[in-house]
């Protein structure tokens, strides 16, 4: 069985800084694509960012040049540095884990 666990959620300003971290552990045999997703309130999980166990990134439009996914192989962690961050990007952010893992998510408010 393969567990998420999310951190580094919080509450931030208008242009402020989070980094959410995500450990993977349990039964994992390979480590495959790890990202986060988000939902904000009435609205559809979207995409934010992925990246493959070789470092291959792939970014929303949204957060290009704001956002920096990374991982690190060794400890099954991938993180989400997030900056300049704003109100709209309120939401819970939830990490993923190919194929079809996912941690219970972690909240991020950005206030105005």
């Known amino acids: 069985q393969v567990q998420l666990v999310e951190s580094g959620g919080g509450l931030v300003q208008a242009g402020g800084s989070l980094r959410l971290s995500c450990a993977a552990s349990?039964?994992?045999?390979?480590?495959?694509?790890m990202g986060w997703y988000r939902q904000a309130p009435g609205k559809q999980r979207e995409l934010v960012a992925l990246?493959?166990?070789?470092?291959?990134?792939n970014y929303a439009d949204s957060v290009k040049g704001r956002f920096t996914i990374s991982r690190d192989n060794a400890k099954n962690t991938v993180y989400l540095q997030m900056n300049s961050l704003k109100p709209e990007e309120t939401a819970v952010y939830y990490c993923?884990?190919?194929?079809?893992?996912w941690g219970q998510g972690t909240q991020v408010t950005v206030s105005s």
């Open positions: 990246i493959s166990s070789a470092g291959s990134t």
């Open positions: 993923y884990l190919d194929p079809t893992y």
């Open positions: 349990g039964r994992i045999f390979s480590i495959n694509t």
